[in-house]
């Protein structure tokens, strides 16, 4: 069964550094797709970025990049100019084309401080 | 608006007590599921829902019933809860357009169980 794994349960930034959110994950399909959410205190999930298996490039929204290292099976957040209002959980998913359902990780409580 | 609902939002019942938590959705999707979040463990599917009248389980559907009557509503029951479902409920919902179709999730029901 599709594993994803967060090995980072809280994490510190200062304000306007960047910070990066590992995740790992284990498939044997070839297509597949990893998300990144966030959770606010509030507790709604918030889609973030998408990165596709065969996508040759890193994902990119704004201030969110995918580090897709697909050979380790990894698909780390990067925060650039991390903002106050970036403290929140954060969680890694996967879902497999030939599967319906969507797999998520334990999740990493990031905490930006001014 | 594109939206997912759920109500109620806060709910704290007794043993033994059926419930529903409804969920519906405007935005035409045929994918629906429910996950319940729980510290430590991220999200975890109980159920799935690829078309009316098209239901099946995901990783924890021990102790809870679905339907699909209607392509917007995915009600989730509890026949007779019991502490251990004490959680974070959330209802998503998301278009077949291949791998790249993010999840819509619901605000949330925080479900106690006494």
């Known amino acids: 069964a599709q594993k994803i794994t967060q090995t980072q349960p809280g994490m510190f930034v200062q304000e306007k550094e960047a910070v990066t959110l590992d995740c790992t994950y284990d498939?044997?399909?070839?297509?597949?797709?990893l998300f990144w959410y966030k959770q606010p205190s509030s507790g709604e999930m918030i889609f973030l970025i998408y990165?596709?298996?065969?996508?040759?490039q890193n994902a990119t929204e704004g201030r969110y990049s995918l580090n897709f290292q697909k050979a380790r099976k990894s698909a780390n957040l990067v925060i650039s100019a991390s903002q106050l209002g970036d403290s929140a959980m954060y969680f890694c998913?996967?879902?497999?084309?030939?599967?319906?359902?969507?797999?998520f990780g334990a999740g990493t409580r990031l905490t930006v401080k001014p | 608006e594109a939206q997912v609902t759920q109500n109620p939002r806060y709910l704290i019942t007794v043993t033994g007590k059926k419930l529903t938590v409804t969920c519906s959705q405007n935005?035409?999707?045929?994918?629906m599921s429910w996950y319940r979040q729980d510290p430590g463990l991220g999200l975890r599917q109980i159920y799935y829902?690829?078309?009316?009248?098209?239901?099946d389980k995901g990783d924890v559907p021990e102790g809870y019933k679905v339907s699909r009557k209607e392509k917007r509503n995915f009600p989730l029951i509890l026949e007779s809860p019991s502490p251990n479902q004490t959680s974070l409920y959330f209802c998503?919902?998301?278009?077949?357009?291949?791998?790249?179709?993010?999840?819509?999730f619901g605000p949330g029901t925080r479900l106690t169980v006494t």
């Open positions: 998503a919902s998301s278009s077949r357009q291949g791998l790249i179709y993010e999840q819509y």
């Open positions: 498939t044997s399909d070839q297509s597949y797709g």
């Open positions: 990165q596709g298996s065969y996508d040759e």
């Open positions: 998913a996967m879902r497999e084309v030939n599967n319906n359902d969507m797999r």
């Open positions: 935005m035409n999707h045929e994918y």
């Open positions: 829902s690829m078309n009316v009248e098209v239901t």
